[in-house]
């Protein structure tokens, strides 16, 4: 079956940095769009960016200019390089995986990694 492990979140300050990974079993990676979304508490998941199988990105407008989502197919591994981080990007993590990416949005695929916690500090 598909997993989604995520690994990466923790806490750090405003202004700092983290790089989230998720490494994916039981599909064929290289052919999988992978999306990360978050969700703060009280507030509905949302999509933070996407990558498609052809390396094209999307990004919410929140993140533009500070996140940057890249893949690596021979390690089945998706990363969100976080840089210049605020308090309002506090949230659970979440990688996604077998979304569809249009040139107008993606939509979340059914496999989802458990989370990971970023937390950051004012």
């Known amino acids: 079956q598909v997993q989604l492990v995520e690994s990466g979140g923790g806490l750090v300050e405003a202004g700092g940095s983290l790089r989230l990974s998720c490494t994916a079993s039981?599909?064929?990676?290289?052919?999988?769009?992978m999306g990360w979304y978050r969700q703060a508490p009280a507030k509905q998941r949302e999509l933070v960016a996407a990558i498609a199988r052809t390396g094209d990105t999307r990004y919410a407008d929140s993140v533009k200019g500070r996140f940057t989502v890249s893949r690596d197919n021979a390690e089945n591994t998706v990363y969100l390089q976080m840089n210049t981080l605020k308090p309002e990007d506090t949230a659970v993590y979440y990688c996604?995986?077998?979304?569809?990416?249009?040139?107008?949005?993606?939509?979340?695929?059914?496999?989802w990694g458990q989370g990971t916690q970023v937390t950051v500090s004012s």
């Open positions: 039981g599909m064929i990676f290289s052919a999988n769009t």
């Open positions: 996604n995986a077998g979304g569809v990416y249009t040139s107008a949005d993606y939509y979340p695929g059914k496999y």
